[in-house]
């Protein structure tokens, strides 16, 4: 059975994340990731508070660490390897890792930089994300659309399943649009635990020092097609689109689709949480799909998911 690796970004961050990963992976885990990071991964993890985990510039190097060390942990019970990889926002850059584009430590030192970026991008003035139920694409951009026209700032940044898109603005913004959702088709407005208003115009002053950043890495080929959340394809140009995806939507459900409609016919969801997972099930719905969140699921699944794809 083919099937792709999927790799979760922010807003399933949960204090105590990854206990069982710190134990047993202390090598990636340890003093490598705290060097490269000037602070303690563990502590923020395991220790929070809540308000220092969600911190972008903490958050995004430690769902990406745990999340590479679980596909660390899965990977050598697979018997064939995956057909595609991708990643959701910052999932992209576990995705690239975990086919080779780069090795953990130069992924760790690029989500870092990134996580500052955005964070001091988010700083420049109140914004963030609402996830919106219940509303299709096309109801969702024209609301954007007419809060822009009327000088607002407002933009769809996820897509992220049928009738379930994340729109990113002003705080005034996202006021209007949880006044005026109904209007729209949306049945539900939920504020995300986010920094700021991502993948909009709203990180423009995050492109900058995240190219200085990539501008020092030497990618490798990937030994596995990752789709892009900027095109929802793969692509050869890894360096422009992670820099273009920081303003740009994440086209994960036309992602998820085209991966069905290549062949995918299984998706593993990899990482905290099982976000990506429900994503995949809800928009390829014939789609066989299996999350692994600690070592635990791998040691109690991964090889009756190995036996799946051969």
């Known amino acids: 059975m083919t099937y792709a690796i999927l790799f979760p970004g922010q807003g399933i961050q949960h204090v105590g994340m990854g206990a069982d990963l710190f134990e047993k992976h202390p090598e990636l885990l340890g003093p490598v990731a705290d060097e490269i990071l000037g602070w303690s991964l563990r502590d923020v993890c395991l220790n929070g508070p809540e308000d220092v985990l969600t911190r972008t510039d903490h958050l995004q190097p430690a769902l990406y660490a745990l999340s590479f060390v679980l596909w660390e942990e899965l990977a050598p019970h697979l018997t064939e390897p995956p057909v595609a990889a991708a990643g959701h926002s910052l999932g992209e850059y576990t995705a690239l890792a975990a086919a080779g584009a780069f090795d953990f430590a130069t992924g760790l030192r690029l989500v870092a930089a990134r996580g500052r970026a955005m964070a001091e991008a988010a700083a420049g003035e109140p914004s963030g994300m609402v996830a919106v139920l219940g509303i299709d694409d096309d109801k969702a951009e024209e609301a954007a659309q007419r809060r822009r026209a009327d000088g607002g700032r407002l933009w769809v940044a996820n897509f992220n399943g049928p009738a379930q898109v994340v729109l990113a603005g002003g705080a005034h913004d996202l006021d209007w649009f949880t006044t005026h959702a109904r209007d729209y088709g949306g049945r539900r407005v939920i504020p995300l635990k986010v920094a700021g208003a991502f993948h909009s115009p709203f990180m423009d002053s995050a492109v900058e020092p995240l190219a ?94 190995g036996s799946l794809i051969q």
């Open 212 to 305: 200085a950043a990539l501008d020092e890495v030497e990618f490798a080929e990937p030994s596995i097609p990752v789709w892009t959340n900027l095109t929802a394809a793969p692509v050869d140009d890894h360096r422009t689109a992670l820099l273009q995806q920081l303003v740009a939507p994440v086209r994960f459900t036309q992602t998820l689709t085209g991966m069905g409609e290549t062949g995918v016919r299984m998706f593993l969801h990899i990482g905290p949480g099982n976000v990506t997972a429900t994503m995949a099930k809800r928009t390829v719905p014939e789609s066989e799909v299996h999350h692994f969140s600690h070592v635990a699921d791998v040691e109690e699944a991964a090889d009756r998911v």
